[in-house]
């Protein structure tokens, strides 16, 4: 009985406890996994507007430098140009600008070939030993290759236009790499005779630049134009060397792509992989701010902070991990407090289930117990008390029926039993009624059969009907009988009377 009630009770529960559970964990799924979508989405869209908004500090910074460089360069050009005829004057214009501003790394003023008779080459360079030193290194003679041959005197000789050069290896090769903002030098008459250079530190950008570090193992870098590093944290790929020199680069599709999305010229991220790791790039092309009288010519540089994958989604997967752990946690605390809860709930089916199995073994007058609950399983209850009782009074009812019944077929097989003992009497008389007693003999033998028969089946009214029957049929022939008594004993009293 017990394994019943436990089939029937502890089965259904924890189908419906697994049941509610897995409703609930396809719900936290739903919900964690659009929470975790939009959250991840959220740290990328924050990490690139933190990275933004750090790189346009360090373009402003930049720029500011840049333009302290380029109104130095353009003070001392005026009072230059009116000082042409004076060579000897040269290199101090070069020394004082050198001194005058700190973010100067040096300065060269060069003339083309001839200008100055008796000397085929002039120029004059001035600069630091090392950047932010107060030590300074004049010269007049170029010590690797002949200025005429540098970059930064040769571009601008040709284009005639101001504008900043991307850092080279300077006249010096012992000197630290500089970007140069290049005047080109005018006559009196506007022909061009030469150029000034004045050099940025490249040691001062990277300063400023890799200050910004948003997250402990990501950097920041300067590209040129063409991808040549400007600024770099491996100060190694600063002596000329582009981004896809790189071999962790070229090795990387990914990195390539990022990379040349980063030239493009406009704002963006990307991600790419490298070295088995994933990285995202935030850029911004360098922008400088429109100052009245500045040559506002494009720079064509770039500038990115690149983040490794774990930096911006470490604190994000702790996360996760920990949310998963207090999910799991929760599902356990609910699948245990969901299952007493629903225990609780179905105890009064296991009641009833008992009941019904009793009821069913013929145990009619068991009782169903009140119960105040009102919903589905206490209005169930309610209706299953109603129709064991309906059920009790009418098997009640049904026995008394019987009883009664039972009663009626026991005087019915005595008096078959007399009519029996009295047939041999009755013989030479029924003969002679034979005729007219013949049809309700026979009915009151086939109710006395169909009550024989189907004592125990019998409905009650068809008990009672065959009864009645029986009855109407012997008071019949009892009719006949005492008819034929009264006429014989008539007849014999007129014997008697005749005899």
């Known amino acids: 009985m017990q394994k019943i009630v436990k089939r029937l009770f502890s089965a259904p529960s924890i189908r419906l406890n697994t049941l509610v559970v897995l409703e609930v964990v396809i719900l936290l799924m739903v919900s964690l996994g659009g929470l975790f979508y939009f959250t991840r989405k959220s740290l990328v869209e924050e990490s690139k507007k933190d990275a933004l908004q750090r790189l346009e500090g360090a373009v402003q910074h930049v720029d500011n430098v840049l333009l302290s460089i380029e109104q130095t360069a353009g003070n001392f050009y005026i009072d230059l140009s009116e000082h042409l005829d004076r060579p000897d004057r040269i290199q101090n214009y070069c020394r004082h600008m050198v001194e005058c501003n700190p973010n100067i790394m040096g300065c060269a003023i060069a003339f083309k070939p001839g200008y100055y008779e008796g000397r085929d080459l002039f120029m004059s360079y001035v600069h630091r030993r090392k950047y932010n030193s107060p030590e300074l ?98 100060r190694k790929k600063l002596s000329g060397q582009t981004v896809f020199d790189n071999p962790d680069v070229a090795n990387s599709p990914t990195a390539i792509a990022a990379a040349k999305a980063t030239l493009k010229g406009v704002a963006g991220e990307g991600s790419f992989s490298m070295n088995d790791e994933t990285w995202y790039a935030f850029y911004k092309p360098f922008v400088r701010n429109d100052v009245p009288g500045r040559s506002m010519e494009s720079l064509e540089w770039t500038i990115s902070t690149i983040y490794p994958k774990a930096d911006i989604f470490g604190e994000y997967n702790h996360l996760v991990f920990h949310v998963l752990g207090i999910v799991l946690i929760g599902l356990l605390v609910f699948h245990f407090l969901a299952r007493k809860a629903i225990r609780g709930q179905l105890k009064p089916l296991a009641v009833l289930t008992e009941s019904a199995e009793r009821i069913a073994e013929g145990h009619y007058d068991d009782t169903i117990s009140d119960t105040k609950r009102t919903d589905e399983i206490g209005v169930f209850q309610r209706h299953f008390q109603v129709m064991q009782q309906a059920l009790a009074a009418d098997i009640s009812r049904q026995e008394e029926q019987q009883a009664i019944l039972n009663e009626r077929h026991e ?43 189907n004592y125990q089946d019998i409905a009650l009214a068809d008990a009672n009907r065959e009864t009645e029957n029986i009855k109407q049929q012997s008071e019949t022939i009892l009719e006949l009988l005492s008819h034929k008594f009264t006429v014989s004993s008539t007849e014999r009293r007129k014997e008697v009377d005749h005899e």
């Open 137 to 234: 290194v004049i010269t007049d003679q170029p010590v690797n290759i002949p200025y005429t041959k540098q970059e930064w005197y040769t571009t601008t000789m040709t284009t005639g236009r101001p504008g900043w050069i991307d850092p080279r290896q300077n006249i010096d090769s012992k000197s630290e790499p500089v970007v140069t903002f290049c005047l080109p030098i005018h006559d009196k008459n506007h022909e061009r005779v030469g150029v000034m250079g004045v050099g940025l530190s490249v040691n001062l950008l990277s300063q400023i630049v890799l200050e910004n570090k948003p997250s402990p193992h990501s950097y920041s870098l300067m590209l040129g134009h063409d991808g040549t590093y400007i600024v770099h944290p491996d």
């Open 411 to 453: 005087q019915l097989r005595k008096l078959y039993r007399e009519i029996q003992e009295n047939d041999q009497v009755k013989t030479t008389f029924l003969h002679n009624v034979t005729n007219r007693m013949i049809a309700p003999s026979e009915s009151i033998l086939e109710s006395v059969t169909t009550l024989c028969d």
